[in-house]
């Protein structure tokens, strides 16, 4: 069983940037996929981020939505079992709850599928003002 804890959270304004973390335990980390998700109110929780298991030849892929590439990257820590989301040129648009997930290495299925994902933190609220 995985837990996963997100923060870095909260409120800034347009053009800021903001740095999420999400701390992992009860895992072997460097074994799974990481994503990061968003749902904004009234919306469905959608695909933001995600960077693949260590263990590839190549090292980890980083996939992003098109919303945000450019602006925001996904790193993660294996030693610390941590993965961030640098978010840079904030704008109102990526106001929304920004969730953690982790997906183990048979899950099979689009790294952008919510459901394809088998663990999920509480969420970090991000709201950026104009």
């Known amino acids: 069983q995985v837990q996963l804890v997100e923060s870095g959270g909260g409120l800034v304004q347009a053009g800021d940037s903001l740095r999420l973390s999400c701390a992992a335990s009860g895992g072997t980390f460097s074994s799974y996929a990481m994503g990061w998700f968003r749902q904004a109110p009234g919306k469905e929780r959608e695909f933001v981020a995600a960077i693949t298991w260590s263990g590839t030849w190549s090292g980890s892929i980083k996939y992003y939505a098109d919303s945000v590439k450019g602006r925001f990257t996904i790193s993660r820590d294996n030693a610390e079992n941590t993965v961030y989301l640098q978010m840079d040129s904030l704008n109102p648009e990526d106001t929304a709850v920004y969730y953690c997930?982790?997906?183990?290495?048979?899950?099979?299925?689009?790294?952008?599928?919510?459901?394809?994902?088998?663990?999920w933190g509480q969420g970090t609220q991000v709201t950026v003002s104009s």
């Open positions: 997930a982790a997906r183990s290495r048979t899950s099979t299925g689009s790294t952008n599928d919510p459901g394809t994902y088998n663990y």
